[in-house]
Structure formats: structure tokens, C-alpha cells
């Protein structure tokens, strides 16, 4: 297995896993494939150096897409998409693409990783493990209509 930078040719592997896991619980989201096409390109065009897949064989695995955030006490990256294929999970796969991540956060000198997790999914507990904490921050919504 192989961690590399996102290029296009990724794009529609990665659209295909989001796609494919989002349908899981506790997530159970039906998405229009060229809804998450675009997505991916959104997040990939803005922040190339931060868009990495774990891929065997030209199969993509999982992916981490991530974006950088000016914030007062300096740039944070915040984690947009990260899915690992439910039948890698538990295999390392997501440790080395966080891991790489990390990385590239080193090296553009920036200190804080953000992420929001669904506080019903396995995701939660990788988070954890890996060094995560719950922030002063929470995500709030509202319907606009």
C-alpha cells in the first residue's frame, strides 16, 4: 500500500468510496455521485498538499481531504473528508494517511489539525487513539430556507 498526493485521477475513486461508505449508518447519507465529484474537487483544487489516498494496486483505500484555515493564532488544517474503505478498516490504512498528513502540517508549520466527527460513528474512537481531543468549539447548524 501506497500513500501519495491526490491528482485527478483519483477523483472519481475517491467519489465512488465517499459515496459507498456514506451509505452506512450511522451516516446513511444517499449522495449523487456528481455532488461528490464536485465535493471532491473543491476540497482537492484548494488544497492540493494536503489531499492524500492510500492506494494498492490503483485501488484507492481510503482518503484523507484536508484544507488549511487562517485562524488568529496561526494556520490550522482542517480535515474535509477522511474514509477509509470499510473492508480496510483496522489495517493501519488510516494511521498512515493521518501520518502523512501530520507531515505535511509539519512542514508548513502548522500546529493544530481539526476534524468533526459524527459522534455515533467508529470514526470517534480513531480519533481518539490518535490523538485527538474534544475542543471548546462545537459545530452548530441551521437550516436556511
Not at 39 to 64: I, Q, W, Y
Not at 88 to 100: I, M, N, P, Y
Not at 101 to 117: G, M, N, R, S, Y
Request: proline share 1%; hydrophobic share 45%.
Amino acid at each position: 500500500m501506497d500513500i501519495v498526493r491526490v491528482n485527478e485521477k483519483h477523483i472519481d475513486a475517491i467519489a465512488e468510496l465517499l459515496k459507498k461508505e456514506f451509505l452506512k449508518p450511522p451516516y446513511n447519507e444517499t449522495w449523487i455521485l456528481s455532488r461528490l465529484v464536485g465535493r471532491v474537487e473543491e476540497v482537492f483544487g484548494d488544497n492540493k498538499k494536503f489531499c492524500f489516498v492510500a492506494v494498492r494496486s490503483g485501488v484507492v483505500l481510503g482518503v484523507v481531504l484536508a484544507s488549511t484555515v487562517v485562524f488568529r493564532e496561526g494556520t490550522r488544517c482542517f480535515v474535509e473528508e477522511f474514509v477509509i474503505d470499510s473492508q480496510e478498516q483496522d489495517a493501519g490504512v488510516g494511521t498512515k494517511l493521518l501520518a502523512r498528513l501530520e507531515v505535511e502540517c509539519k512542514k508548513a508549520e502548522i500546529e493544530t489539525l481539526w476534524v468533526t466527527v459524527n459522534q455515533k460513528a467508529r470514526a470517534q474512537g480513531f480519533y481518539l487513539k490518535s490523538g485527538f481531543v474534544a475542543s471548546d468549539y462545537r459545530l452548530m447548524e441551521k437550516q436556511v430556507k
